[in-house]
């Protein structure tokens, strides 16, 4: 079997890259707009897997098309992990490596989705992904969708300054969030790669669905003392996003996000990460404290 995953010079696909050279028989092909910066982001066994050949480095840029039809030739199974950045260019990315996937005639497309892949939110990543999936659907590849929650990881630039500060301050209503970590995300991308295609969703959470209070009380338990919610209006979230220097698009970025958890389209809670990895999902605090 051979293996393409995406995104290999990034966080979640050099560890899915990692994992699959770690496991027996897979061939792994690590894509990335930039081949040489891959190695540095695996693991020991991964560069063993790669020195002996078994895991090998191309370029596979989302915005050259002939680099990606030229990368995923002879490929059984591609872990497609998103990109990021502005949501126009996005869809012309994505639409590039599915396209890309067709034409070499991939037999399986593994997408990391998001739980809330709706073109209705008001949260621009998940129009992208959920633009995204009927573009596959579409495609006649077959596919298995790996929609995560908001990762931990992510929704941590919020909650770091809110450990000194004693107070978190987002407009989140009474949303809740099934918080997930990027570790889990990636150990089920790399066991959907290894699975026949499912053709349908695998919502992947976090153990709990959270409110804000329920964040805030379990950052207490971390700071040693008490953090509490304060669900300001949006507009002061832009302001001090601006203020702190944050670049505007990712303050457009967090402000649908945050619209999108006031809507409560990040509360769903699934089993799947436990089921597909034999493992449960890791805790809120433990994620923290990690990334502290």
Known sequence: ????????????????????????????????????????????????????????????????????????????????????????????????VVRAAADAGVGHLVYLSGVDADLASPFCYAFTNGWTERLVEGSGLPFSFARASLFTEFFAAFLRPALASGELRV?????RVSLVSRSDVGRCLAALALLPSSGRAHDLTGPVSLSLDAVAEALSGIAGRAVRYTDVPPPVLAEELARAGED?????????????????????????????????????DVVVRATA
């Open 1 to 96: 079997m051979r293996i393409a995953v995406t995104g290999s010079a990034g966080t979640v696909g050099s560890q899915v890259v990692s994992l699959l050279a770690a496991s027996a028989g897979p061939e792994v092909v690590a894509l990335a707009r930039r081949p040489e910066a891959v190695a540095a982001r695996l693991t020991e066994t991964a560069r063993a897997a790669a020195r002996s050949g078994r895991v090998s480095a191309v370029r596979g840029d989302y915005d050259d098309p002939g680099s990606l039809v030229a990368a995923l030739e002879g490929v059984d199974v591609l872990v497609f992990v998103s990109g990021d950045g502005e949501a126009a260019r996005m869809v012309v990315q994505h639409q590039n």
């Open 171 to 175: 407009p989140a209503g009474q949303g």
């Open 248 to 284: 505007p698009w990712w303050t457009y970025a967090y402000s649908g996000m945050f619209a999108s958890v006031r809507q409560d389209r990040w509360s769903v809670l699934s089993d799947e990460v436990a089921r597909l990895t034999g493992r449960a999902p890791a805790a809120l």
